[in-house]
């Protein structure tokens, strides 16, 4: 006996495929197409992003992740449009032995609940990761309201990029491991490190190569291993910690750049290496109190 026709509901088609790339697809018993948008999706908006960050020259990184998430959206909104005209053409449609509702609440939750966090979460773990920075202790380079990529194939077993001096890691805050901090290393296992007023020395090498009033201070050029920077020094920060000490081994010191206004290795102590886990790369987005700031988009931190 011929099973009854069956046909699709189109609301219901555009509806599903609102709350997934590709589930309207199935709905209309097309799981190949149901397949591909989810897939074409998936790897634009989230790889994508990590190769655009990661891979491309600084000044096309901003315009080319916007990009993906403009083609990411598209697919989406492609398979919304596709599902539901596919649905007002289906009014001789026998539905097929497995379109239930079980498994399309199978179908969402494996998608939802294990697909896309897996993904999302080795792209976090292996590849960059997005920080908005919560504080004024990066300045001038970094600025409270910045929003960072960092590279996470940093610091770790097999990575290419060892952590040295100059370079503006993120790592776990020692006191709570709950958070992240972002500071600069300035000194590394079995290095000397001294800080006396605004002097800075590694191994008795001063790293201020200039320094020049500003506004709220005093600004200075450091310099470390081919590496060169900006740090504050604002003249409402009173005495600041001091150090001399020779860093231990697996561990590293980190200073912010905005000396008065940062909690670092002068009032916590070193760092361990393997609570490094990235390096600033890029500035992607930015927001202060007076709106969006577009002239930092795409910035290379210092």
């Not at 032995?97 to 609940?113: D, M, P, R």
């Not at 901090?181 to 200039?210: C, E």
Request: glycine share 8%; aromatic share 12%.
């Amino acid at each position: 006996m011929q099973k009854p026709y069956a046909p699709r509901n189109p609301h219901f088609a555009l509806f599903m495929s609102l709350f997934l790339p590709g589930f309207g697809q199935l709905y209309n018993g097309e799981p190949n197409k149901a397949i591909w948008v989810f897939l074409i999706f998936s790897l634009l908006f989230i790889p994508g992003s990590a190769l655009v960050a990661l891979h491309l020259p600084s000044f096309l990184v901003v315009p080319a992740l916007f990009t993906g998430l403009a083609l990411a959206l598209a697919v989406w909104l492609y398979g919304m449009i596709d599902a539901w005209r596919s649905a007002r053409r289906s009014q001789d449609y026998v539905a097929r032995s497995w379109q239930s509702s079980g498994l399309y609440a199978l179908v969402f939750l494996i998608c939802n609940t294990l697909a896309l966090p897996a993904l999302i979460g080795y792209v976090r773990a292996h590849e960059v990761e997005s920080f908005r920075i919560p504080s004024k202790s990066m300045e001038p380079g970094i600025v409270h309201g910045d929003v960072i990529f960092a590279d996470k194939r940093y610091n770790c077993p097999g990575c290419k990029e060892e952590v040295r001096r100059g370079d503006i890691a993120i790592f776990i805050y020692p006191n709570d491991r709950t958070k992240y901090y972002i500071k600069r290393i300035i000194g590394l296992p079995g290095d000397h490190v001294a800080i006396k007023g605004r002097i800075v020395t590694v191994n008795g090498r001063p790293l201020s190569v200039k320094e020049e009033k500003s506004d709220s201070g005093i600004l200075v050029t450091e310099s470390v291993d081919g590496k060169t920077w900006h740090a504050a020094w604002s003249q409402s920060s009173g005495k600041t910690p001091e150090a001399d000490e020779r860093i231990p081994p697996g561990q590293v010191f980190v200073i912010g750049d905005n000396r008065g206004e940062s909690v670092d290795s002068r009032f916590f102590g070193t760092v361990p290496l393997q609570d490094v886990v990235g390096k600033a790369r890029q500035i992607w987005f930015s927001k202060g109190s007076r709106g969006i700031r577009w002239a930092r988009f795409g910035k290379v931190p210092e």
